[in-house]
Every structure is written in C-alpha cells, then in structure tokens.
C-alpha cells in the first residue's frame, strides 16, 4: 500500500481526474473507484478526503448536489467550469511529476552522475 504522505500531495489531481472521467460522485464512491482503480493499493481515508473536496468547492472546481438515499443525505460533487479547466491543468503537473521522478529513480544508462 501507498503512504499516505505520498497521497495527500495527489489528491487533488486523483479526486477532479475521477470527477472529470466518471460525473457526480459521492465520497464513499470516490473512496471505492480509488481502490479498485489501484489494485488497492491506494485506500483514501475520509479524513484525508473530505477537507481536500471542501477546499475544492471553496475554490469554485466543484459544486454540490444532495439527493436523499435510504433516508440519508448524499452529498454529490460535480466539475464546475473551471474545474474542467484546472483538471487538465493538474493532470499536466502530474504527468511532469511522474516523468521527472522516473528520470530520477530509473536514471538512463550513460548519464553522468555528479
């Protein structure tokens, strides 16, 4: 399993990619698609998510729905606008993110190492 210290500087980019590419989703589904989608190699507490979907709605990338299921409220966050504008954004980072760490950890042969 993934620590959850490398995580929390993902979340972001994971929550609007899955909002982006799946539609309104509620937390415990966003929790669920995390862990399949990763093999289970990524559980995301609700104590890491929460804050991270709030402060995107404070933002102005998300919105809220309720609907009432089962006699409890679900609370349904969607992409607004401009978090169709900064998903792309963050998955960019991400992807430099990624290529820059693999160039670190799994160095070319013949590069010099100072």
């Known amino acids: 399993m993934i620590s959850g210290e490398i995580i929390k500087g993902s979340l972001k980019t994971i929550v609007l ?3 982006k590419e799946e ?24 104590g890491a998510l929460y804050p991270v979907l709030h402060k995107l709605e404070s933002e102005g990338v998300l919105v809220t ?3 009432n299921f089962n006699n409890r409220t679900r609370i349904y966050y969607t992409l607004t606008p ?8 963050k998955i960019r980072e991400m992807t430099e993110f990624i290529e820059s760490l693999q160039s ?11």
């Open 65 to 67: 729905t309720s609907e």
């Open 17 to 19: 990619k899955l909002l």
């Open 23 to 46: 539609g309104p989703m509620h937390g415990y589904a966003i929790t669920r698609k995390v862990e399949e989608l990763s093999g289970g190699n990524i559980k995301l507490t609700y």
């Open 104 to 114: 670190i950890i799994n160095p070319k042969p013949g590069l010099s190492h100072a």
């Open 82 to 89: 401009k978090g169709d504008k900064v998903v792309i954004e």
